[in-house]
Nanobody, 115 residues
Framework: QVQLVESGGGLVQAGRSLRLSCASSRNVFNIFTMGWHRQAPGKQREAVATFISGGGTNYADSVKGRFTLSRDGAKNTVYLQMNSLKAEDTAVYYC?????????WGQGTQVTVSS
């Protein structure tokens, strides 16, 4: 089991920044994959940024160069630094972890970018 608790969402103007945090009940370096997905109204949930097995990081093309995924093992927390936000980044952001062959999700945090 992995419990995930997100924080850091909110309302921000286009061009500004936000940082999302995801506190994990397990060591974030011992989880197979971990990162962030998002779901905008009327759209499917999509992967935004993910730490993958082997140490690499995947980013969605739409956020490359603007978003940065990082993690702190001492705090068991994964962060998503979002810069140069756009209106199309508006969505509910979910922390995700794959561990022991199962998927775990946080409750989601709303990010709204006003243009």
């Amino acid at each position: 089991q992995v419990q995930l608790v997100e924080s850091g969402g909110g309302l921000v103007q286009a061009g500004r920044s936000l940082r999302l945090s995801c506190a994990s009940s397990r060591n974030v370096f011992n989880i197979f994959t971990m990162g962030w997905h998002r779901q905008a109204p009327g759209k499917q949930r999509e992967a935004v940024a993910t730490f993958i097995s082997g140490g690499g990081t995947n980013y969605a093309d739409s956020v490359k160069g603007r978003f940065t995924l990082s993690r702190d093992g001492a705090k068991n927390t994964v962060y998503l630094q979002m810069n140069s936000l756009k209106a199309e980044d508006t969505a509910v952001y979910y922390c995700h972890a794959r561990f022991g062959g199962n998927d775990f999700w946080g409750q989601g945090t709303q990010v709204t970018v006003s243009s």
